[in-house]
Nanobody, 123 residues
């Protein structure tokens, strides 16, 4: 089992940047492929980005491609999401998740989830 804790959310103006972190207490973190998802009020959960266990492969949703960068530091059991050029439509709760499936975009393929961190982008 992997316990995931997100941090780094907050309020930012449109055009600004935030970096989210997701930390796991377990060394097993390095064997999991990881993903970021988000959910805005009244909307369905949405895939944001995914990264392979070694960090060599990343995948992004079209809506964030070129603005967000996902990375990981397995030595620190930490996952990151650098978010630049933020837009009001990026406002959501952001969740990290762990999967045995590389490149998974469906939330159902992720086994472990954090509790989320809120990102609010003002116009």
């Amino acid at each position: 089992q992997v316990q995931l804790v997100e941090s780094g959310g907050g309020l930012v103006q449109a055009g600004g940047s935030l970096r989210l972190s997701c930390t796991a207490a377990e060394r097993a973190f390095s064997v999991y492929h990881m993903g970021w998802f988000r959910q805005a009020p009244g909307k369905e959960r949405e895939f944001v980005a995914a990264i392979s266990a070694t960090g060599g492969i990343t995948l992004y949703a079209d809506s964030v491609e070129g603005r967000f960068t996902m990375s990981r530091d397995n030595a620190k059991n930490t996952l990151y999401l650098q978010m630049n050029s933020l837009k009001p439509e990026d406002t959501a709760a952001y969740y990290c998740a762990a999967s045995f499936h590389n490149g998974a975009t469906q939330g159902t393929l992720y086994r472990y989830w954090g509790r989320g961190t809120q990102v609010t982008v003002s116009s």
